[in-house]
Nanobody, 116 residues
Framework: QVQLVESGGGLVQAGGSLRLSCAAS????????MGWYRQAPGKQRELIAI???????NYADSVKGRFTISRDNAKNTVYLQMNILKPEDTAVYYC??????????WGQGTQVTVSS
């Protein structure tokens, strides 16, 4: 069973920064894509950033230019650097992994709260 352990959420003032981490229990070689999603109260879960096996990245328009997804292959870990945070970024953030066999696994979620 693949496990994803997220960390790095918390409370920050608007304009501040946070970095989320997602550590996978399998080798990067077994991973097709890893992405970060978020879900705000009363809203659907949305994809905000993704990184492919080849290292390509893509972002939702709402975070483009402020958030950066990256990975450390040696640590089997993906990061989400979040800068210039806004109150509307407040949500539970989830890491999702898709294996090379196209099986999906989710992290437990981490709360990010941005105060105005």
């Amino acid at each position: 069973q693949v496990q994803l352990v997220e960390s790095g959420g918390g409370l920050v003032q608007a304009g501040g920064s946070l970095r989320l981490s997602c550590a996978a229990s399998i080798s990067i070689a077994s991973i097709n894509t890893m992405g970060w999603y978020r879900q705000a109260p009363g809203k659907q879960r949305e994809l905000i950033a993704i990184i492919t096996r080849g290292g390509s990245t893509n972002y939702a328009d709402s975070v483009k230019g402020r958030f950066t997804i990256s990975r450390d292959n040696a640590k089997n870990t993906v990061y989400l650097q979040m800068n210039i945070l806004k109150p509307e970024d407040t949500a539970v953030y989830y890491c999702k992994l898709t294996t090379v066999l196209f099986r999906d696994y989710w992290g437990q979620g981490t709360q990010v709260t941005v105060s105005s």
